[in-house]
């Protein structure tokens, strides 16, 4: 016979539940972490229950009871307990507004106690917490509290997380959650193992005949299979000392994204998909679009900047819809891009009119250097001739001409108010932090100030370098991607910028965001001279710029790239 392994899930519907005749058990799985990484793990998944869930957003701690011998106990209340979660609604919409969002006795925050006086554990609360899950689709899943209880035996060998929700009834569960009262995970025995304590007039069992009447395939037992391997992965990447390098949440908080993104998502995403004319995949470009709309609206709030006070303009804007989104949301700016989409024709009169086929060529790249204009300021230009090779011959561009040409960008035409957006922007990526607005900057594929692909080395320090963190972040250390985001970050720094970092939750592996909307104090108020000269030095000391107005003319030629 061959024995099972050692990491292979085993159904134990079969057996009497440890944790007491009330209880189920589900499955069980030998482990070979202790209980204090098991602990840790899952009081890191009773924060983030999306680990769990893909169905599930967030929670929002309300209350948490620490029963500690040795630290002391700890009571901590929070202001969220008798706040309803305030989502935007669109009160012009038929559809869905902010009285058919769903809820379920959210103002009950009374911890729950489970029956464990049957077993022969010996267990004591050590926690007590009451949490709030927000589902990604509240109009769809109700928003409910939720019990979670980690109990602990004396000689500390043994854990049990405890999730139960705060409901009635068992018609009132929410998709997400199994049909149960509560659900158990025991950490014991060098195991971990699933328990389901059921309803009072549930019949799970045939006590006759000592069988559980409900199949292995239903969606309550796929549920525990899920909660078993997610809290032994965890529980082991605790012990393999696991830690996360990259921090969310930095610059705009989780509570405050989210809840914009659901009212946009809930507003906008239907239709945006169902009308979607490009060639790219509508899910993708959608919803990335509505969350990184999400993420600057709560930004801009969080900097005081009202919307009718500055504009944006969106550099690179491809099929122009983050542009048609905050345009639609009461915000004024511009998109801008060498080649037209087909999407810009099927959005309203007031976005269409701000969408621009234009190339964008910095006018340091143009106008004479800043000694000149002062020694000379009836030179208007640099005096260079630009090679547009066309239909088997070459025009030329002065950069006169291209300063005079509507078909250009310089940026120089802008409000002083204006705020800067580079979305995937490629080209124009690492010239974000020298065209002298606040911005932010989403790279995506790496190219030089010229216009030309490159690979930018990792970082260098000087002196020891710093010690790294384990990672399993989606920007891998000396990463051609990591080292891009680097390259920016120095690019805006030398330029005086206080940099913010962000990962945003959008569905991309390119989803690092660079940003500022402050230059540090030494630099706030100097003359236009001195900033111009900054930025012509920061372009020698990047190999200067050559080919970038060339390749510039060129994209308007070419097909547009699909991120």
């Known amino acids: 016979m061959c024995s099972k392994k050692i990491n292979e899930p085993t159904s134990i519907i079969a057996e009497e539940s440890v944790l007491g005749e009330r209880w189920v058990s589900i499955y069980e799985k030998d482990v070979d972490f202790e209980p204090q990484h098991f602990e840790a793990a899952m009081l890191n998944i009773i924060k983030q229950p999306n680990i769990n869930s893909t169905v599930i957003l967030r929670a929002d701690l309300l209350k948490e009871n620490i029963y500690d011998p040795e630290k002391g106990d700890t009571i901590f209340t929070s202001k969220l307990i008798g706040e309803v979660p305030n989502f935007e609604s669109d ?3 038929k559809t869905e507004t902010a009285s058919s969002v769903l809820y379920r ?3 009950d925050v009374t911890i729950r106690q489970v029956p464990l006086d049957e077993n022969k554990l010996k267990l004591r609360n050590k926690y007590e917490i009451v949490r709030r899950i927000i589902p990604r689709n509240p109009y769809k899943d109700h928003i409910i509290n939720q019990t979670c209880l980690v109990a602990c035996s004396e000689d500390k060998n043994t854990t049990l997380v405890v999730y139960v929700p705060h409901i009635q009834t068992r018609e009132e569960i929410p998709y997400y959650l199994p049909s149960v009262y509560g659900v158990g995970i025991l950490h014991h025995n060098n195991k971990v193992s699933v328990h389901y304590l059921t309803f009072q007039d549930s019949s799970w069992r045939d006590e006759k ?4 009447l409900m199949d292995l395939s239903e969606r309550p037992m796929r549920t525990a299979l899920r909660l078993l391997q997610t809290s032994s992965k965890h529980s082991a990447g605790v012990k393999a000392g696991y830690e996360k390098r990259v921090k969310l949440d930095l610059v705009v908080s989780k509570e405050n994204f989210q809840n914009k993104y659901i009212y946009l998502k809930t507003k906008y995403s239907a239709n945006l998909v169902k009308n979607w004319c490009e060639s ?3 899910k993708k ?7 990184i709309a999400a993420f600057l609206m709560e930004y801009w709030k969080a900097k005081k900047f009202d919307a009718g006070n500055f504009e944006f303009r969106d550099l690179g804007c491809g099929n122009g819809l983050l542009v048609n989104i905050l345009i639609q949301e009461g915000y004024k700016g511009q998109g801008i891009d060498a080649r037209a989409r087909k999407s810009w024709a099927t959005y309203p ?3 269409r009119s701000n969408l621009f086929e234009k190339i964008i060529v910095p006018s340091v790249l143009l106008k004479p250097h800043p000694s000149m204009a002062r020694t000379s300021p009836e030179i208007k230009d640099n005096g260079k001739q630009f090679a547009e090779p066309t239909n088997n011959q070459v025009n030329y561009h002065s950069a006169g001409s291209l300063l005079k040409s509507p078909m250009v960008c310089t940026t120089e035409d802008f409000p002083k108010n204006t705020f800067l957006i580079g979305n995937h922007s490629d080209e124009l990526t690492c010239w974000m932090p020298l065209l002298g607005f606040p911005f932010i900057v989403i790279p995506c594929c790496s190219h030089a100030l010229s216009g030309a692909r490159v690979r930018y080395p990792p970082r260098k320090f000087i002196g020891p370098q710093p010690k790294m963190e384990k990672s399993t972040s989606s920007i891998p250390q000396n990463s051609t991607y990591g080292s891009l985001m680097d390259h920016v970050e120095d690019i805006a720094i030398l330029n005086g910028w206080k940099v913010e970092k962000e990962m945003l939750r959008i569905p991309s592996t390119r989803n690092a965001a660079i940003m500022s909307c402050e ?11 001195i900033s111009q000269l900054r930025v012509f030095d920061i372009v020698s000391i990047e190999g200067g710029a050559d080919g970038w107005v060339e390749n510039s003319l060129n994209l308007m030629k070419k097909a547009p790239r699909n991120h």
């Open 105 to 107: 006795d959210i103002k």
């Open 519 to 529: 230059k540090v104090d030494e630099l706030k108020g100097e003359p236009e001279e």
């Open 285 to 291: 470009h959608v919803f990335e679009d509505l969350a």
């Open 91 to 93: 009160q012009a919409s």
């Open 349 to 351: 009169e007031e976005v």
């Open 209 to 212: 005949q000592k069988i559980t």
């Open 280 to 282: 790219t995949d509508p």
